[in-house]
């Protein structure tokens, strides 16, 4: 089918835009039904777009209502065959126009936003889909208030002139995987072998000297230097700068990114957005085109339960520091230091002895996208964890005279060879044995596979850095994690095998004394330093209503914080770090 689309924001002060789609069907086809995704490629939760939409119509050339049901959660099948008669109505009419809108008010990465600013349109939110239909070159015309003047997206223009907006795509799949961001958002770009890459800014920051125009296209600059090929013919880079917002969605041909406005002053700050951009900028390759077999063809309404992320995010989150640190936006000391950043969540997650990176990927539909209190106890990202696993392999690569470059360049080769059908793991594990040794591709499958503990500081050990731990001789240990309302001290969380699991404390306590003493925000500090280590601390919290009594026996302190990664010697760990296929 071709579908031409019509996307109408008339008053964006009320959060709705108005979706048109014209057609045509089969005169065979006696039914059709148009479906809103379930959720979106890069994201692996059921977000059931379809609650926001309301007023589905369905029209045929001549005007006359046509017949429709509501058929699933976000569908409705329209049947000619089922219409009642009505004066200058003919079942043979082929054409048809189908009227929805769709509510938009969420700022997230996953979803749309639009207010009297801006709108941030996230495809499968929006864009209807028709069922076991191929839908070629769609045709997408967007409306915008008169004050509104710019479009920034991946898709294909073909606006006939400055006041008409209008796209293609090579089918629903790509008209939906290219978010636009619409408004008088600043707008700027720069050219990287003479392909043009824009960049969209909306919202303010703190005042900084940063150059994020030039920053970008370096992370560009080196990414390119280990994936080579540029699969593209433009790339749009949209960032939301909002305060407390952090997120990324990969695209075919762009991105969409949010980040605190706060942090951008913070040196810490805006090296943790540079990865950001370097973590989705080589998703292109990553996820979008080398992708594990279940991630495309794309099932709009199931899930695509798949475990492999530790290869689509793992990958990922261990290239974007790196690609950092080796396009010279940081030094290597600030490389460390994100580095133990890392390395302190991963040794905070009890989870990790649970949960493998197969079973973190194959349940991120109801673990790692909904997390809660006990989340850290039972399962680990593979995100986090991933990366680490990759930072070893890459370090046992190298031994072997190979890197994780060429892991990479391997990747895409395979890709080239047979784009349309995905890896398995298999196909991956032969590449590692390739490069390495059976040895190898062994303790790559333990670190996969199973709960193992993963050789981490050996591995620094020999790349130079020496892990430096937290020194808290004299502080007593409880393993309760707060949070507050106003004064009040509530527990968010109790981690596993603590003395506050222990003792029986709850996530969603409130703590009222410690001693015969009230605790509140204010004075938790003090009670916390005055404790002692293996000692019996009395405590008395509020649980659904109820005073209860519990006693904590604090312990020491574990030494599983790192302080520092101390590099004795660089040369060595730059050889690891720098080394390039």
């Known amino acids: 089918m071709q579908l031409k689309y019509r996307l109408s924001i008339t008053k964006p002060e009320s959060h709705y835009v108005e979706v048109r789609i014209e057609g045509s069907r089969s005169s065979t086809d006696q039914d059709l039904t148009f479906f809103l995704p379930a959720w979106s490629p890069g994201s692996y939760l059921m977000r059931e777009y379809g609650k926001n939409i309301r007023q589905f119509q369905a029209l045929s050339k001549s005007g006359v209502r046509l017949y429709h049901e509501l058929s699933g959660k976000s569908s409705y099948t329209v049947s000619w065959g089922k219409n009642e008669k009505h004066p200058g109505f003919e079942n043979r009419e082929t054409e048809f126009t189908i ?25 499968p939110s929006v864009f209807m889909g028709v069922l076991d239909r191929e839908i070629l070159n769609p045709e997408l015309e967007v409306v915008l208030p008169n004050e509104w003047s710019k479009i920034s997206t991946g898709l294909k223009d073909i606006s006939p002139s400055r006041e008409v907006f209008r796209f293609t795509a090579a089918d629903y799949d790509e008209l939906i995987d290219a978010p636009l961001e619409i408004g008088c958002h600043e707008t700027d770009g720069f050219l990287v072998n003479n392909i043009p890459h824009e960049l969209a800014f909306y919202g303010k920051t703190l ?16 990414v390119l230097k ?4 540029i699969p593209y013919e433009k790339y749009t880079f949209m960032t939301h700068f909002v305060p407390q917002l952090f997120g990324g969605l990969e695209h075919l041909n762009s991105t969409a990114l949010q980040y605190c406005s706060l942090k951008m002053a913070e040196r810490k700050g805006y090296l943790q957005w540079l990865s950001l951009v370097a973590h989705e900028y080589f998703h292109t390759w990553n996820v979008k085109r080398i992708r594990p077999i279940e991630l495309g063809p794309f099932d709009y309404l199931n899930e695509a339960m798949t475990r492999m992320h530790w290869l689509t995010e793992g990958l990922t989150s261990f290239m974007d520091d790196l690609f950092v640190l080796r396009s010279g936006l940081c030094t290597l000391d600030e490389y460390l230091d994100m580095q133990k950043g890392n390395l302190n969540r991963y040794f905070a997650t009890p989870g990790r002895k649970f949960h493998s990176l197969e079973d973190s990927s194959y349940l991120a539909w109801v673990k790692l996208y909904r997390p809660d ?27 072997h005279g190979s890197s994780i470059d ?12 047979n784009p349309k059908q995905g890896l398995i793991a298999d196909e991956v594990y032969e590449i590692i044995l390739n490069l390495s040794s059976k040895a190898v591709l062994e303790r790559f499958q333990t670190m996969v596979q199973t709960t193992e503990e993963i050789p981490l500081e050996k591995t620094w050990q020999e790349l130079g850095v020496k892990f430096e731990f937290e020194a808290f001789s ?15 001290v509530l527990v968010e969380g109790v981690e596993l ?17 410690m001693g015969d003493l009230r605790v509140l925000k204010s004075t938790l500090p003090e009670f916390e330093t005055g404790l002692k280590p293996v000692s019996a601390v009395p405590l008395r919290v509020s649980r659904l209503g109820r005073l209860i009594e519990l006693t904590v026996q604090t312990t020491k302190y574990p030494q599983t914080t790192l302080k520092a990664l101390k590099c004795d010697e660089p040369e060595t760990a730059k050889k690891y770090l720098f080394l390039k296929a």
């Open 406 to 417: 060429e892991f990479i360049a391997k990747l895409w080769q395979r890709y080239l060879e």
């Open 226 to 229: 280990t994936t080579k090929d």
């Open 99 to 123: 009227i929805y809108q769709v509510y938009c008010h969420e700022l997230t990465v996953r979803t749309s936003h639009i207010d009297s600013t801006h709108a941030f349109i996230h495809g």
């Open 497 to 513: 095998d603590s003395p506050a699991f222990s003792a029986g404390l709850n996530a969603g306590d409130e703590l009222i004394t």
């Open 207 to 222: 005042p900084h000297q940063q150059n994020l125009k030039k920053d970008i296209q370096t992370i560009v600059e080196t």
């Open 373 to 399: 209190e006990n989340s850290a106890n039972s399962s680990v990202s593979y995100y986090l964890k991933g990366g680490l696993v990759f930072f070893i392999l890459h370090k046992e690569l190298v031994d």
């Open 474 to 488: 004299g502080r007593a240990f409880i393993g309760a994690k707060w949070k507050f309302d106003g004064e009040r």
